[in-house]
């Protein structure tokens, strides 16, 4: 398993790709199968997510060490030298293009919080989705830190975003810098405050069962 570090756009931001994490692909995902169904989310994600506790065993136990093994790439390409997990939660993307909120149309930040970082782990075998990252065109804002939130959202709040459905490549608000293509027991890490959206096709299946639709383990870190 060699990670793979990506440098994107203006901003020269990091994100590592490492394939192959666990090896226990299979086995995490009928773990997920066994916590469904999962409840809806906020009107923030397009679909399904399950929070995980320290109750949720084994399902605690594998992000906990999937944190332990992942913690020389978040040392080594962000430079922290320790970090708090924040939450842990399997999610599935379920909500029809036709249904999106304008906030969901666009690209989206977890946190303007410096060293917050998520990592992802893709668990379904979902040709054409992962996880794209953009800079929005007005601003040439890529990351949105708490210095850059208010000239990014009053440059939102001012443009006509008319897209439709889930950004696909880039578009007359936001320019696509670099995409990671999701593969199964593909990890990703990359800061929260990274303009990103998860890439779902139309022809993606829309299932709620963690067996045959689009599953992944999404995990913060606050790092100091």
């Known amino acids: 398993m060699k990670p793979e570090l990506l440098i994107l756009g203006n901003s020269q931001s990091r994100v590592v790709v490492a394939d192959g994490f666990t090896g226990a692909y299979d086995q995490i995902r009928r773990m997920a199968a066994d916590l469904a169904p999962f409840p809806p989310q906020s009107q923030y994600y397009p679909g399904l997510r399950r929070m995980i506790t320290e109750t949720d065993q084994p399902a605690h136990d594998y992000m906990q060490r999937l944190l332990i093994e992942a913690s020389p790439y978040i040392g080594g390409a962000f430079d922290i030298d320790r970090f708090d997990w924040v939450e842990g939660s399997f999610s599935m993307v379920t909500q029809g293009a036709e249904t999106l909120t304008p906030r969901q149309r666009a690209p989206h930040i977890d946190t303007v919080e410096a060293k917050y970082l998520a990592i992802l782990h893709y668990l379904s075998d979902t040709p054409g989705t992962g996880t794209a990252f953009f800079r929005q065109r007005s601003t040439g804002i890529e990351r949105v830190t708490?210095?850059?939130?208010d000239h990014y959202v009053a440059a939102a709040e001012a443009e006509n975003t008319n897209a439709k459905g889930y950004i696909i490549g880039s578009n007359p608000w936001f320019e696509e810098i670099g995409r990671v293509e999701?593969?199964?027991?593909?990890?990703?890490?990359?800061e929260g405050c990274l303009l990103h959206s998860g890439l779902i096709p139309p022809d993606m299946p829309l299932s709620d069962d963690p067996l045959t639709g689009r599953l992944t383990a999404n995990l913060f870190v606050r790092g100091y």
Request: proline share 8%; glycine share 0%.
């Open 182 to 190: 999701a593969k199964p027991d593909r990890l990703v890490i990359y």
């Open 146 to 149: 708490a210095e850059a939130f």
